[in-house]
């Protein structure tokens, strides 16, 4: 009986050695999700790509919808240039396809921007005079504005601008009339 308790103690010794030894951990079998798709949704996330390009944020005038007054809406360019702001104004439909810049220069906060044309007779000239003209005096930080259609002073249906007129900035833009 004495062996046969030592042998007993043996095993048990034995198995309780072996349970004791470190095992070797589990390989995970899933594949990695790829980096462009991981979001941890935090700050790095929202860091910009630092190979586009930085943009202009500007601000777009456009006629409201009964179009007796505007709405003003925050908009992005490459560059800050008379072209993009009537490229801007024509998405907006406050210019007709079509129009281009024919010159603009400003010097000591007063401007003179040449479009190539200005809408057709009719609607309420003088909201789209001051849409372009407040997009062009605020972006351009302006203090006067003048507006000319192929050289010559615009005046429309309900605008009447001579030739010492210069457009300012309207405040009140939201009615007009």
Same mark, same amino acid.
Do not use: H, W
């Given at each position: 009986?004495? @062996?046969f =308790?030592v !042998?007993? !103690?043996?095993? =048990? !010794? ?7 030894t ?5 390989? /995970?079998t899933?594949?990695?999700i790829?980096?462009?798709?991981? +979001?941890?949704?935090?700050? +790095?996330d ?9 943009? /202009? =944020?500007?601000s ?10 505007l709405?003003?809406?925050m908009d992005? %360019?490459?560059k800050l240039t008379? /072209? ?5 104004? =024509?998405e907006?439909? %406050?210019? /007709? ?7 603009y220069e +400003? ?6 921007l040449d479009?190539s044309k !200005? ?7 003088l909201v789209t005079?001051?849409?372009v ?5 605020e972006?351009?930080?302006l203090d006067k504005l ?10 429309g249906e309900k ?5 010492n007129?210069?457009?300012e900035?309207?405040?009140?833009? @939201?009615?007009?009339?």
């Amino acid at each position: 009986m004495r @062996k046969f =308790i030592v !042998m007993l !103690m043996s095993v =048990i !010794m034995m198995m309780s050695l072996s349970a004791c030894t470190p095992t070797q951990p589990k390989m /995970e079998t899933t594949a990695p999700i790829p980096q462009a798709e991981a +979001s941890t949704g935090g700050a +790095s996330d929202k860091v910009p790509d630092p190979n586009v390009e930085p943009m /202009e =944020i500007i601000s777009v005038y456009s006629k409201n919808s009964d179009g007796t007054g505007l709405n003003q809406a925050m908009d992005a %360019v490459d560059k800050l240039t008379a /072209e993009a702001l009537v490229d801007k104004l =024509i998405e907006y439909g %406050v210019l /007709e396809e079509g129009t281009t810049v024919v010159k603009y220069e +400003s010097k000591d906060g007063k401007g003179t921007l040449d479009l190539s044309k !200005m809408p057709a007779k009719g609607g309420n000239d003088l909201v789209t005079l001051t849409a372009v003209g407040n997009t062009f005096i605020e972006n351009f930080s302006l203090d006067k504005l003048k507006v000319l259609v192929n050289g010559k002073n615009y005046s429309g249906e309900k605008v009447k601008q001579g030739d010492n007129d210069l457009l300012e900035y309207v405040k009140d833009y @939201k009615q007009i009339g």
